[in-house]
């Protein structure tokens, strides 16, 4: 009690600033493992576009992927919770309103600091709802040099198809549509496309390491909240077809 923790994000995408966890990193299987506590939360947030106008776009993109796969994949949870899911509503109606701007290489203050807020409700969405099956993969790419924000942006698009499947998970991601703005489910997956399809690094992964991968990621957390149930099989597909 006798310090306060303030907190200055300088991305727009990880919704650190009202996120509960600490993530670090497994140096024996290079799987994100989180520490959580509410003491984590900080006394005082400030958002400001001005630190973020030197930021390359080219980092700043994926960041905003990840916080659109926050209130996608919160919005969808199992754990469901009627406020976060008008500020997963508001968020990706915020970031869907630039979507013509993304690939611009100078984002305007205003932009930057309406993605701020995007950011920063979809990270309280996260941290309420958890988030799925994209985030349970992207926490085992790290260890193979995949930044977590580039992965859930590669990620997502296959997700949603995956995800779409089931009848009632499909009527969610419409009703989210209907309400950010989007014309469709398919607009949704083109959003991340706009985002990082130009990113897509060059991996190569063994039949060994796909399988740890597949195996760490039904352990997630993230994996206990996804609306459709997934096997070892299912992960192996997705990073497949996205990654490989």
Known sequence: GKARF???PTTVGSGSEVSSAAVLIDPS??????VVSHDLLPDLVI??????TEVST????PTIADALSHAI?????????????IFAEKAVQIIFSYKSNLKDKVWSKDMLE???YASMLAGWVQNHCLVGMSHAVA???GGFGVGHA?????LMPEVIEFNCADTKAKEKYLYLCLQAGIPDVQAMKELFYELVADMKPALRFSQDQLLVMAESSLQDPAARVCPVPFDEKDVITIIKKCLI
């Open 6 to 8: 303030a907190a200055i």
């Open 114 to 116: 309406d993605l701020q």
């Open 29 to 34: 299987s290079g799987s994100k493992k989180a």
């Open 73 to 85: 994949e919160g919005y969808l949870s199992t754990i469901d919770h009627p406020l976060m899911n």
């Open 139 to 141: 926490h085992q790419l």
């Open 58 to 61: 080219l980092m700043l993109r």
């Open 47 to 52: 958002l400001d576009p001005e630190f973020l």
């Open 150 to 154: 580039l992965a859930n942006g590669l």
